[in-house]
């Protein structure tokens, strides 16, 4: 009676259900019964009459015990207990090891005081993977918690039958040093092996020794679940746990989720960005917070499973980058123009100019005077940091001189304000001018038009200061948006390209000045 008692203090489990294996009956030798296991039911163990199971997790998400279940594969040979027994001890584990029924393993960690299941779990997942173990292998509690249905039912839980069936003649038994243990022996063995929350902890700690500094600092100062963070925090941890191991990576991080967070987070809500990020593999959300704030780069280039070489420099390029802040998408500009701060200093973009980080490397050398690191990948600046810009984008009326066109269009009119715009435009000669860089009116297929050159136009635009559109295709759209036509005329016998312009699309009266310091 005495080891009765000490066995089942041991396998403290869900009162709720037990199973119980009847070697007597071979079609039904396993069931479950939805009701509580007495003393007898022990008794009956021992004896080898009718086999129990207990479920250890208990309805309010703790256990007093765990085990891994090792499967023998169908195989008529048992495994190795001893060898498994060996790697146990290596690992420096607190496990138990015993013969299953089917010549299989079970690898039991038992506790003097009530542990989380869902850490449980998730240490013994750790573990197996840890001791090589593959296939259809499992650990208990299967659960991390009973969580209530719909209807307000508990799930029963799942149940692992218990070593020791048949005691004094038993062919599940624990080993200690290769040597079968007795019952009693057993019962003995396993309290010296007993654990704690504390020491449980230890072991939980040494799983992520590997970790960057961000992790630790996460599983010592919890994540704030409800501040905006929760989302970054997953895909973070994901990218965490698929660096330890690519297959397991959303059950790993599903598991960590109680340790990272202040409160809890459904496992719906959490599996769709959980998904996500295991898929491949993604950097490390380091200028992200809480993350930024724990950022430590040259323990994470250290540790087993911190940033890549590659990704140290791209962080250390990154830090010595001026700040991008206030990025503007202006509503009223055709074509569409961003404004981007670089270290306080507006910078007025095309598209295509922001999506380019060379235009953004020549714009800080031209305005701030520095060179950008050419570390920093056209990758990086549009899926990573451009991505985070676009997070935060505002939008806004453009004032007066953004858009392209009203800047350009000033210009085009200061320009050709050199041509005699009086003229009657009826004699050839005229264009004589064209080379020396001045604007002519002359007639062209019925039309009064002022004629120039484009080089003469671009080099006025240098003369100004005017920022000349670095994408061809935005300097062609905004020319002919103000009716610029292209053709070729003869000049001084020579066939010459030219732009026009209709006479009557340019004002006799000076345009408003307009602010045009924005760079284009």
């Not at 279940?69 to 607190?94: F, M, Q, T, W, Y």
């Not at 800080?364 to 985070?388: G, N």
Request: glycine share 6%; aromatic share 8%; hydrophobic share 35%.
């Amino acid at each position: 009676m005495v080891s009765n008692r000490s066995f089942s203090d041991l396998f403290k489990g869900n009162r709720r259900s037990f199973g119980e294996f009847n070697p007597k009956n071979a079609k039904a030798q396993m069931q479950t019964h939805k009701r509580e296991y007495v003393e007898d039911n022990f008794e009956a163990h021992f004896k080898g009459e009718l086999g129990i199971g207990i479920v250890p997790i208990l309805d309010d998400g703790n256990c007093w015990w765990g085990a891994i279940d090792i499967d023998n594969h169908g195989s008529s040979e048992d495994l190795d207990l001893a060898d498994i027994e060996r790697k146990v001890k290596n690992l420096n584990l607190p496990l138990v090891s015993c013969r299953s029924k089917s010549g299989g393993a079970h690898l039991y960690m038992f506790s003097s005081e009530p542990l989380r299941a869902d850490i449980v779990k998730g240490l013994l997942t750790r573990w197996m993977t840890e001791l090589g173990i593959e296939g259809s292998d499992c650990v208990f509690p299967k659960q991390a918690k009973l969580v209530l249905d719909g209807d307000g039912n508990r799930p029963l839980g799942n149940w692992i039958n218990l070593p020791y069936f048949n005691s004094d003649d038993t062919d599940r038994y624990a080993i200690k040093g290769g040597k079968k243990l007795t019952l009693d022996q057993f019962i003995k063995f396993a309290n010296e092996r007993s654990i704690n929350n504390e020491i449980l902890q230890g072991y939980f700690s040494k799983e992520h020794d590997g970790a960057p500094p961000c992790i630790k600092m996460a599983l010592q100062e919890k994540i704030m679940s409800g501040n905006g963070q929760r989302n970054d925090a997953l895909f973070h941890i994901t990218v965490y746990n698929r660096k330890r191991d690519a297959q397991q990576a959303r059950e790993l991080s599903h598991e960590m989720m109680p340790e990272v967070f202040d409160e809890p987070v459904s496992f719906s809500e959490a599996d769709r960005t959980i998904k996500s990020a295991a898929r491949k593999s993604y950097g490390y959300m380091c200028s992200k917070e809480p993350w930024k704030g724990w950022c430590d780069k040259e323990a994470c280039r250290k540790a087993r499973y911190g940033i890549s070489e590659s990704e140290f420099e791209t962080l250390t390029a990154e830090s010595k980058l001026p700040e991008f802040t206030d990025l503007v998408k202006y509503i009223n500009t055709d074509p569409v123009m961003w404004e981007l701060k670089m270290s306080g200093i507006p910078m007025v973009l095309s598209s295509n100019e922001l999506m380019d980080y060379k235009t953004i490397r020549m714009m800080a050398m031209e305005k701030l005077h520095v060179v950008l690191p050419s570390k920093i990948s056209q990758t990086v600046w549009t899926d990573k940091m451009l991505a985070e810009l676009m997070n935060n984008v505002r939008f806004e009326e453009a004032p007066l001189g953004v858009s392209l066109t009203s800047v350009l269009e000033l210009r085009m009119h200061e320009f050709l304000r050199k041509a005699n715009l009086d003229s009657t435009g009826r004699d050839p000669k005229d264009r004589d001018a064209l080379l020396r860089g001045v604007p002519v009116v002359q007639e062209h297929q019925g039309q009064m038009v002022v004629m120039f050159r484009s080089v003469d136009y671009e080099d006025y635009l240098k003369k100004t200061r005017t920022d000349i559109p670095r994408n061809r295709n935005i300097w062609y759209n905004a020319n002919k948006q103000m009716g610029v036509t292209f053709d070729k005329v003869r000049v001084r016998g020579e066939v010459t390209s030219v732009w026009m312009i209709p006479l009557h699309k340019i004002k006799l009266d000076k345009p408003q000045d307009i602010d045009v310091s924005p760079e284009f």
